[in-house]
């Protein structure tokens, strides 16, 4: 199969690849060599097929995320819809500038329905980063998109991102309890803090959308507050 890989984690590979003549993304979980073959095997497909069920899940509650074409459980592989044209929201918040407060507010808006709509569905995305979330801008009729500084210009210009795709539900997993949904927006302001720094109000106006759509929003928020406490201790203290 003609691919390449454009992505690797300690889950996966991603690669770009085609099915029936059609681009798309395609992840493949990796062997653990220190595990059993075959337990190594179980323990893959039992991921491979909750990550697949929780994308379903979040999709038909109004979550943007790649469609799943096709899953090979035998060898630990999903066939995705490829986001294009597309650029992630950490390549956006990196690369543009002179980016207006009403574009990063609609940014952070969207984001934070996304994981709202998540946890509404107790979908736990695991690895909240801005690696891990798309910017598919709506394109005016005969713009053409080449690259990422084309796709910057085309939202700059919009003066709306579009849709906020979520993308890697490989930790994801199924949880009630508000401690793992503070975690899941703590993880993520802990990126934004590291990458983004520039970015000062980006959190904050991510709980806004947070708070507008999530219905156990203020349960959450008391509780990131706790986990934001327990991380300051640990970096004081180690």
């Not at 003549?21 to 595990?35: M, W």
């Not at 500084?149 to 490989?170: A, C, H, S």
């Amino acid at each position: 199969m003609d691919r390449h890989l454009i992505a690797q984690g300690a889950e996966g590979k991603v690669f770009l690849g085609k099915l029936f003549g059609e681009d798309v993304v395609i992840k493949e979980r990796i062997a653990r060599k220190y595990r059993h073959p075959l337990l190594d095997a179980k323990i893959r497909q039992k991921r491979i097929l909750q990550e697949t069920r929780n994308m379903g899940k979040a999709r038909k509650e109004g979550v943007p995320i790649p469609a799943v074409l096709f899953v090979d459980a035998a060898n630990c592989v999903i066939f995705m819809e490829k986001i294009t044209p597309g650029i992630t929201v950490k390549e956006f918040l990196l690369k543009a500038q002179d980016v207006s407060k009403e574009i990063m507010i609609d940014l952070a808006h969207k984001i934070g329905r996304n994981i709202a709509l998540l946890h509404n569905i107790q979908c736990i995305q695991g690895d909240l980063t801005t690696s891990n979330m798309m910017i598919k801008p709506f394109v005016s009729l005969g713009a053409e998109l080449n690259d990422s500084n084309d796709i910057i210009q085309e939202i700059l210009k919009n003066k709306d991102v579009g849709t906020v795709y979520m993308i890697d539900f490989g930790l994801s997993f199924i949880s009630n309890l508000p401690e793992d949904m503070a975690v899941d927006l703590y993880v993520l302001e802990r990126a934004i803090g590291s990458l983004h720094p520039e970015c000062s109000s980006l959190f904050e106006d991510i709980l806004e959308g947070y708070k507008q759509n999530c219905t156990k929003a203020n349960i959450n928020l008391t509780r990131l507050s706790q986990v934001r406490l327990r991380g300051r201790k640990r970096l004081a203290f180690g």
